[in-house]
């Protein structure tokens, strides 16, 4: 599979690399939204964290803790998004954590801005919501 997070992991595409363990890798987004902009990916190609190993997940999030804390040096706040799956706006096929250094004249605002505001909910659809999370 031609994987750009694949070939990276596996040290076919020059990378700004921060750390890397033993089923992770931090490194450089080369196409920043801020300066700063982080990403960390499992070595081994998942599309979504649910596919991936308990040990597998423990390690990415552990290394998202330990980077998160020196990106959030640069600016004081950084925002975490991770893409798991197509439907949630992945664009390469790859478990990927964002880490995006935030500061209040970024003009990113808030993560709500992404989406439609007037989005209504009914009091019904949200208990039919929460039961099927709660199952
Ligand atoms: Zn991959």
Known sequence: MDCIFCRIANGEIPTKIITETNHS???LDAFPLTKGHTL???KKHHEKIQNM???ENIDLFSTVHS???KVDKLTGATLMAVHNGK???QEIPHVHVHLVPRSPNDTGGPIHCLFDST???SDSEINEILQ???D
Do not use: T
């Open 87 to 89: 439907e949630a706006g």
């Open 25 to 27: 890798i931090a490194f």
């Open 132 to 134: 099927k999370l709660q």
């Open 40 to 42: 960390i990916i499992p």
């Open 119 to 121: 989005l209504n909910v």
């Open 53 to 55: 190993s308990s040990e």
């Open 67 to 69: 980077v998160i804390s």
